[in-house]
């Protein structure tokens, strides 16, 4: 999200805001939202309505829906798909962040690389920006179990050799498949409205902190996108244009300029690429390319990947205070787990830079901006 | 930190880029069940924290031995997450490889007492074994996190 804010507004605000969206999100392993329960049938709206029915119910406007992948909606969700355990699973979790490497980000755009792109996208140096990197939660999580011990039967009942019992699989066109992609798409939409629902919170935070109308706050989604989805769309193949399942994982869609997926407002410029880097360094805010297009099925890196595994990450910083060295390099940081943050330490991570680098001389996308870390707060 | 007391007889974790993994040892099924169980807990807290003061019984069916492995410890991951229940003692009884039945202790999560570190979002397929070596029984999981 982008807002009308400069690093200097937020001066001497910094730790506010880390404290404020802190405790105003729910974060850490199995968080909830403890300000509203959702009814059965409420929760079947969220599938079917993703970010819309967030909107709907005052969280966010109509401009929000118009900057998020499909509208923060994936037609074809099927609720009945779903079972009731991950009904039970994901109900209480809604509008929550979760652990691991999900978190909100107060960032300042350090450089900018394109001024004519960033400029239509909103972009400045020195601007604040906010990242969410949160999904499905527990509900996504109960979704892919129910789907892994259907496929067990079905690759076995269709003869498919696997080398490995996880990639356990269906023909897409068996009712195996159909069911578990009405039951995908009900988990994508309930991360739309999960994040639309932080998104909410977090104006309402900014606004509370620096004590302003949000209107002045003026915080604005450029894009909100899944990285971890199959999707049916349309790529040329020798010459000819097919329909093909894509599957992207680590990875993250970066369309073309000109594609009519694209909000109206972006089709000229191409798809923004979030690409958020660890917590000490750096993320980046990249744009599709038809040269991606053409040669990655319009898919972009999503982060850096891991350097150290996370037991690595916490024998590397055992002894040491990571909060108070991020702070030393003025980075505030809250975390709702210890060792959360320790798997997280920035070393864990390979230089995102350099993974940019190399996306961005291959011609999949392009560099626009690079953000630098104020704030974060991590589950 | 969790998994650093090494428990030895009953499981070593296992380190995996991006995920967590660990390998559990028993003298026979059932007990390789509970020490894959006590084993899962004790990845995500301190299993030697928690007290048996709360009692539930299961029943999981699968199509084979490692499957149920599987599913055993995902119906245990499923009940930590909707009601907050961390467990430590599991008395296991499988008819055949294809089922099993226990009764299971534990307590709702106090952060006080429990250390919280590790959130296992879902227990995995990826590598799996369930392996009988020289009369003892050893299973390899693979968890996402």
């Excluded at chain 1, 179990?145 to 080398?163: E, F, R, S």
């Excluded at chain 1, 019992?165 to 739309?192: K, V």
């Excluded at chain 1, 360094?281 to 990947?305: D, K």
């Excluded at chain 1, 037991?311 to 709702?336: F, H, N, P």
Aim: with cysteine; hydrophobic share 40%.
């Amino acid at each position: 999200m982008g807002s009308g804010l400069s690093r200097i507004d937020l001066a001497g605000h910094v730790r506010d805001l880390a404290e404020g969206l802190f405790r105003n999100i729910p974060s850490g392993v199995g968080s909830h939202r403890k300000d509203f329960k959702l009814s059965q049938q409420d929760l079947r709206r969220v599938l079917e309505g993703g970010a819309g029915w967030a909107v709907a119910q005052g969280y966010g406007t109509g401009r929000d829906l118009e900057h998020i992948e499909e509208k923060g909606c994936l037609p074809g969700a099927q609720p009945e798909a779903v079972s009731a355990r991950a009904l039970e699973r994901g109900r209480p979790q809604l509008g929550s962040l979760g652990s691991g490497n999900h978190f909100v980000e107060v960032d300042y755009v350090a450089e900018v690389y394109d001024t004519a792109v960033a400029q239509a996208l909103g972009l400045f140096l020195d601007q604040i920006i906010i990242t969410i990197h949160t999904g499905s939660r527990g509900f996504g999580y109960q979704v892919c179990d129910d789907a892994l011990q259907l496929m067990q039967k079905a690759t076995v009942k269709y003869g498919i050799a696997i080398p490995d019992r996880q990639l356990c699989c269906a023909p897409l066109t068996s009712p195996e498949a159909q069911e578990y992609i009405g039951a995908m798409y009900s988990a994508a939409n309930f991360a739309f409205a999960n994040r639309q629902l932080i998104t909410h919170k977090v104006r309402e935070t900014f606004a509370e902190v620096l004590q302003r109308a949000p209107k002045d706050v003026h915080i604005e989604v450029i894009y909100d996108v899944c990285h971890n989805i199959g999707k049916f769309e349309t790529h040329v193949v020798d010459g000819q244009p097919r329909r093909l399942c894509v599957h992207r994982k680590g990875a993250t869609r970066a369309l073309p300029p000109g594609h009519p997926q694209l909000p109206e407002v972006y089709r000229h410029l191409g798809q923004p690429v979030l690409v958020p880097g660890d917590m000490g360094r750096y993320s980046y805010v990249l744009i599709g390319t038809p040269q991606g297009s053409a040669e990655t099925f319009a898919s972009s890196c999503h982060g850096a990947g891991r350097r150290l595994s996370r037991t690595q990450a916490k024998k590397a910083a055992r002894g040491r205070a990571i909060v108070r060295e991020l702070e030393d390099q003025g980075i505030y940081v809250r975390s709702a787990g210890r060792a959360t943050l320790l798997e997280e330490i920035p070393e864990a991570y390979k230089d995102v830079s350099e993974v940019v680098d190399v996306v961005h001389s291959a011609g999949i996308s392009k560099k626009v901006v690079q953000l630098r870390p104020l704030g974060v707060i991590k589950g | 930190m969790p998994g650093d007391t090494p428990h030895p007889d009953i499981y070593e974790p296992l380190s995996h880029t991006g995920d967590l993994g660990m390998v559990a040892y028993g003298q026979d099924l059932p007990e390789l069940f509970a020490h894959a169980a006590w084993a899962m807990f004790d990845l995500m807290s301190d299993a030697t924290t928690i007290r048996p003061q709360r009692t539930v019984t299961l029943s999981v069916s699968a199509v084979d031995l490692e499957d149920l492995l599987v599913r055993w410890l995902s119906a245990l991951l499923y009940l930590y997450d909707t009601q907050r229940l961390l467990c430590c003692t599991f008395h296991c009884t499988l008819c055949e490889p294809t089922h099993v039945t226990a009764t299971v202790a534990g307590e709702p999560l106090d952060p006080d007492r429990h250390p919280i570190d590790t959130e296992i979002k879902a227990v995995t397929y990826h590598q799996i074994a369930v392996e009988q070596i020289a009369g003892h029984w050893q299973a390899r999981v693979i968890f996402d996190l």
